[in-house]
């Protein structure tokens, strides 16, 4: 089974530049998570998609943050303009999710964003 | 809400004792609780999940976790750590919705 992809790996960009991340999940899997985990940190939600809807975005800083869900399948996230602040590891996540809570996430190799 | 609190940053052991890694949790729902482990520059895996079955689970690589309510407590376990078992180790509590929220993690070092 095709694990969760995710590009590119590394990306270094100045302040104020603006940069994508892509998604691709486990075929079949209708949730689909972007996590920010930043140095020495847990993983941070950013936003939980369920199909191409959004279920939660409670912290994506939306002024700067965007992300879509194409089609249900594959996402992508946004960040315009990048702050030094946002250099972190961008990860990827989807499961399942068969409703009752429970489901196992499988994560992709996330994408090392460095700002400089 | 929920939340999940990892009582250590850094745990270090040496190679063939045993491990505890602890984790509490707060949870307004019957809670299902995991642990992922994190090596570096590679992708977070599961190791056991909790899922309101047994309360003692087993995982990969001799890890086991056991869950216990009057503890609010999902401590994660090795009877005998191995140099490969170095990596970071998180907590993570779901809800329905399966919202996944993650401790801060906690460093494990084996030394020979």
């Known amino acids: 089974e095709a694990g969760v992809a995710q590009s590119p790996r590394y990306k270094i960009i100045e302040k104020r530049q603006s940069v994508a991340f892509w998604c691709n999940p486990i075929?079949?899997?209708?949730?689909l998570y972007w996590y920010q985990q930043i140095l020495g940190q847990g993983p941070k939600l950013l936003i939980q998609?369920?199909?191409?809807?959004?279920?939660?975005d409670s912290q994506l800083p939306k002024d700067r943050f965007s992300a879509e869900r194409l089609k249900g399948v594959d996402s992508t996230l946004k960040i315009q303009p990048a702050k030094l602040e946002d250099s972190a590891v961008y990860l990827c996540?989807?499961?399942?999710?068969?409703?009752?809570?429970?489901?196992?996430?499988?994560f992709g190799q996330g994408t090392r964003l460095t700002v400089v | 809400a929920q939340s999940v609190t990892q009582l250590d940053s850094h745990v270090s052991v040496s190679e063939g004792t045993p491990v505890l890694l602890r984790c509490n949790y707060s949870?307004?729902?019957?809670?299902?609780l995991f642990w992922y482990v994190q090596h570096p520059n590679k992708g977070l895996q599961l190791l056991l999940k909790?899922?309101?079955?047994?309360?003692l689970v087993k995982g990969i690589n001799g890890f086991e976790a056991e869950f216990k309510k009057s503890e609010t407590s999902f401590h994660l376990t090795k009877p005998s750590a191995h140099m490969s078992d170095a990596a970071e180790y998180f907590c993570?509590?779901?809800?329905?919705?399966?919202?996944?929220?993650f401790g801060t993690g906690t460093q494990l070092k084996v030394e020979l």
């Open positions: 996540a989807s499961s399942l999710n068969t409703g009752g809570g429970g489901t196992e996430a499988f």
């Open positions: 075929s079949g899997h209708a949730t």
């Open positions: 998609f369920q199909n191409n809807g959004v279920v939660d």
């Open positions: 949870s307004s729902y019957s809670p299902s």
């Open positions: 909790y899922t309101s079955a047994a309360t």
């Open positions: 993570v509590v779901t809800s329905p919705g399966d919202k996944l929220t």
